[in-house]
C-alpha cells in the first residue's frame, strides 16, 4: 500500500496524541503539582506562573487552578480553569496563593477552604508538601496572612514547605522586596511600581523549586495506621501465642477526633482506647446498670485487643519489637458504690501476661466514672516499651 506524505503526516500527529494520551499522560498525573489561586487583578497568578516554572525546573507537571471567585466572577482570569475541593487529594503537592485581606487570606480561598472538611475529617492531605504565596500592599500583613493560612494546612497534616532566606543574586536591594522567610509575597499597591518585581518572581522561581524538592523527598504514607509491609514479620514470636490462644487481633481503630492513635516518646508508646468492636462500642452502657459484669468483662477484652492492634502499627508490624508492658491504666462506667474495678482490669492484665509472659508484667491503677467517651463502659491508657 502506498501512503502520500499527507497521509503520513497526520498518520504521525495521531500517533503522537496516542502516546500523549495513553503513554505520557499517567507520568504526568503522578507527578502533578497544583497551583491553587484566587487572584482577580493578576499579581497573585503570576508569581504562580514563576512558582511554576520553578516546579518544572525539578521535573514535575504543575497545573495552575483557581477558586471560584464569588466577588468578581467574571474577571481578567477566565482562561484559567476552577479547581474543586474533591480534587486536592490526587496531587502530590499543592502551592497556595492568594490576595491579603486585613492580614488574613482572601475570602474566596477561605471560603474554598471550608469545603474540605470531610478531606480534614480523613486526613487525606496528610504530608502532603504545600507552600504559600500572597499578594498585598506595604504594611498589609504578609507574613501574618501566610501563618493565617498555615493553620488550614497544618490541620490537615501537610508539610510545609518555606521560602527561608535564599541568597540569590542580583536582588535589587534599593526597592522593597515581598520576600518573607514564610513564603514570597509581592507589595502590589506601591504607587508607581510594577509588581510583581522582578525579583519577586525570582523568589517565587526559588520556592517552587523547594516544593518540587520537597515532593521528590517526600514518601508520602497517608494513613498513619498503615504498617510497613516489608517490615511485618508473620512468623513472630508474639504472633505464634497469639495463634495458639486463639486470638485475632481487630482491625486497628482508627481517631474520631483531632489525635493520634499512638505517640512514641523515647522508646516509650503511648495508646489509649476505648471498647470499639467494628466501629461500635462493645456493650454501651454502665456496668450493673445496663452492663452486665460479664459483658464487661468481655469490654475490657476487646479494648486491650484494640490497644495491641495499634501497638503492633507502633513497633513497626512486629510485635516481637516490645520489649515490656509498663503501665495500664483502667477507667471504667460505674455507679459510686461499685467496687469490683479490679476484677474487671484484671481480664485486660491477665490476656497481656498470657501473650507477653514475663515482658507482659506491669503496673497498674483503675478508676471508675460515671460516664466515658461514646458511652464505652471502659477505657484502658497504656504504656509499652519497644526497641529502639
Same mark, same amino acid.
Given at each position: ?116 472538611? /470531610? %478531606?480534614? +475529617?480523613?486526613?487525606?492531605?496528610? $504530608?502532603? =508538601?504545600?507552600? @504559600?504565596?500572597?499578594?498585598? *500592599? ?31 543574586? /542580583? %536582588?535589587? +536591594?534599593?526597592?522593597?522586596?515581598? $520576600?518573607? =522567610?514564610?513564603? @514570597?509575597?509581592?507589595?502590589? *499597591? ?199
Amino acid at each position: 500500500m502506498k501512503f502520500t506524505s499527507n497521509t503520513m503526516r497526520i498518520f504521525g500527529f495521531m500517533l503522537i496524541c496516542f502516546y500523549l494520551t495513553k503513554g505520557f499522560a499517567m507520568d504526568i498525573s503522578n507527578k502533578e503539582v497544583l497551583i491553587l489561586i484566587d487572584s482577580s487583578g493578576g499579581n497573585t497568578y503570576k508569581l504562580a506562573e514563576s512558582i511554576k516554572a520553578g516546579v518544572v525546573n525539578k521535573g514535575l507537571h504543575a497545573v495552575i487552578k483557581k477558586v471560584p471567585n464569588k466577588v468578581d466572577p467574571q474577571n481578567d482570569l477566565n482562561k484559567i480553569p476552577i479547581a474543586t475541593a474533591d480534587e486536592l487529594v490526587k496531587y502530590r503537592g499543592i502551592a497556595f496563593g492568594a490576595p491579603i485581606y486585613f492580614g488574613n487570606i482572601s475570602t474566596n480561598m477561605m471560603d474554598f477552604m471550608a469545603q474540605t472538611l /470531610d %478531606i480534614w +475529617k480523613k486526613q487525606e492531605l496528610s $504530608n502532603v =508538601p504545600a507552600t @504559600v504565596f500572597m499578594s498585598g *500592599c506595604s504594611g498589609s500583613g504578609s507574613e501574618t496572612a501566610i501563618i493565617s493560612f498555615w493553620n488550614i494546612l497544618a490541620s490537615h497534616g501537610m508539610t510545609i514547605v518555606t521560602l527561608g532566606n535564599p541568597s540569590l543574586p /542580583d %536582588i535589587n +536591594k534599593a526597592i522593597p522586596q515581598g $520576600n518573607t =522567610p514564610y513564603g @514570597v509575597t509581592t507589595r502590589s *499597591c506601591m504607587p508607581g511600581d510594577v509588581r510583581p518585581s522582578k525579583d519577586e518572581l525570582k523568589y517565587a522561581y526559588f520556592q517552587g523549586q523547594k516544593l518540587a524538592s520537597a515532593i521528590n523527598s517526600t514518601k508520602i504514607q497517608q494513613d498513619p495506621l498503615a504498617a510497613p509491609a516489608k517490615k511485618e514479620i508473620t512468623t513472630s514470636k508474639v504472633e505464634e501465642r497469639l495463634n495458639k490462644l486463639g486470638i485475632v487481633l481487630p482491625i486497628t481503630p482508627k481517631p474520631v477526633g483531632n489525635y493520634v492513635p499512638y505517640k512514641i516518646v523515647g522508646n516509650l508508646v503511648y495508646i489509649n482506647q476505648v471498647a470499639l468492636n467494628n466501629g461500635k462500642i462493645l456493650y454501651p452502657g454502665m456496668i450493673e446498670s445496663t452492663v452486665t459484669e460479664k459483658q464487661a468483662k468481655l469490654a475490657t477484652q476487646q479494648t486491650i485487643l484494640n490497644i495491641l492492634s495499634v501497638l503492633k502499627v507502633a513497633a513497626n508490624g512486629n510485635l516481637d519489637n516490645v520489649k515490656q508492658v509498663v503501665q495500664l491504666s483502667g477507667t471504667f462506667n460505674t455507679q459510686p458504690n461499685y467496687t469490683n474495678h479490679a476484677g474487671l482490669m484484671n481480664e485486660a492484665s491477665n490476656l497481656l501476661v498470657s501473650i507477653f509472659g514475663d515482658k507482659g508484667i506491669h503496673t497498674r491503677a483503675t478508676f471508675g466514672a460515671n460516664s466515658l467517651p461514646l458511652n464505652s463502659p471502659v477505657e484502658i491508657q497504656a504504656i509499652f516499651e519497644i526497641n529502639s
